[in-house]
């Protein structure tokens, strides 16, 4: 089931999310609805805390670029193991509409993380997919990209920040 996405600046997104100890039902029935809720959204991934769930947990879409979408990747507790070299980048969130900005990230990482029945699973990855595993572990260490940039630029998208602040504060006025 689809569910809203979490924007700039609920606090939650500020969380650190706690690692994932029951392989449950209830488990996968996040991983559904975070598939879901990122699809919809047309996202290249998603952590649980961008759907109001502290848990570590990641869904990513490996076919991002192709019109037929397979099955998307879920990353439980995931714990990237080494890297390799260094990459500039536009970069998006979905918490975050309508602001883009270039971070710089490790370009090629192996990954140790569980699947949805615990078992333990190591993955490479680089490029954009690279990017999107740093981009969500930030997100369940309660970190967003827009404080990875320098100041100088950070400045710059003060503006369209103040905007969600605002737009935030009038739909959570009761
Ligand atoms: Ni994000």
Not at 93 to 111: A, G, Q, Y
Not at 122 to 144: N, S, T
Request: net charge negative.
């Amino acid at each position: 089931m689809k569910r809203p996405i979490v924007l700039y600046p609920d606090p939650i997104l500020l969380k650190k999310s706690r690692p994932v100890v029951d392989f449950d039902e209830d488990l996968k029935t996040l991983a559904v609805d975070m598939v879901d809720s990122m699809r919809q959204a047309e996202g290249i991934g998603l952590s649980a805390v961008q759907i109001g769930d502290l848990r570590r947990v990641m869904t990513m879409d490996e076919r991002f670029d192709r019109e037929e979408k397979g099955e998307a990747t879920i990353l439980v507790n995931p714990v990237i193991l080494a890297a390799e070299g260094r990459e500039s980048c536009e970069e998006g969130c979905l918490s975050l509409p309508d602001v883009r900005e270039v971070v710089e990230r490790d370009f090629k990482i192996r990954v140790r993380a569980q699947g949805l029945d615990g078992r333990e699973v190591e993955r490479e990855y680089e490029g954009i997919l690279a990017r999107c595993v740093q981009h969500e572990i930030d997100h369940m260490d309660g970190k967003l990209f827009v404080t990875k940039i320098p100041a100088v630029k950070r400045l710059l998208l003060k503006p369209r920040l103040k905007e969600l602040e605002r737009e935030y504060k009038a739909s959570h006025r009761s």
